[in-house]
């Protein structure tokens, strides 16, 4: 018996360390820096003619830097500010993994038991519109399954598919990471 619950603890537990709302990393989102060249061109009553090089730089004005709280694991992305899950799909796939399962788990036991959710279905620009359409509207449509059929009318969940027109990134990055091949779960106000 202490066999088989340190087995059970053991598969749990890896499932929950794994997924990206069990993960506290803060990611730095974007830095914005705003700079310019100065240059007086004019001088009683006539323009000089002068070239900016190279060699003269920009006089920095301000520099922001953002953070936003992400957590990032191969499966989702977890946006704890928002409360914003993205559940990332491998290619030409629709169903849910054990890993997707326990990630939505975690996320819905994280939320208000009155709260709605949107799922939205998406997917990249491989293949036809009319197939992508479909595949994003099936992917989006297992994820409302899982969570009607686990937590019942609990949660009101409102599911839209995309298709390949909502894309997150460009054609190059998505064919390295997938980007584009996902649902996003937000929590509606």
Excluded: W
């Amino acid at each position: 018996m202490k066999t088989l619950t340190f087995i059970l603890l053991l598969v749990f537990c890896g499932n929950a360390a794994a997924n990206c709302l069990a993960q506290e990393n803060t990611y730095l989102k974007t830095t914005r820096v705003l700079a310019q060249n100065h240059l007086g061109t004019q001088t009683s009553g006539r323009l000089l003619s002068h070239h900016i090089t190279q060699a003269e730089t920009p006089v920095l004005i301000s520099e922001e830097t953002e953070k936003e709280q992400f957590s990032v694991s191969k499966e989702c992305i977890y946006d704890r500010v928002s409360q914003t899950l993205v559940l990332n799909y491998e290619f030409d796939k629709d169903k849910l993994s054990d890993d997707h399962k326990h990630i939505l788990l975690d996320y819905m036991n994280l939320l208000d038991k009155s709260v709605s959710i949107a799922v939205e279905g998406h997917a990249d620009e491989v293949g036809t519109e009319a197939y992508n359409a479909a595949l994003s509207q099936r992917r989006a449509s297992n994820v409302s399954k899982f969570l009607k059929k686990t937590f019942g009318n609990e949660k009101q969940v409102v599911e839209r598919a995309y298709g390949e027109t909502a894309p997150i990134c460009e054609q190059l990055e998505n064919k390295l990471k997938g980007c584009n091949r996902r649902v996003v779960l937000t929590v509606q106000s």
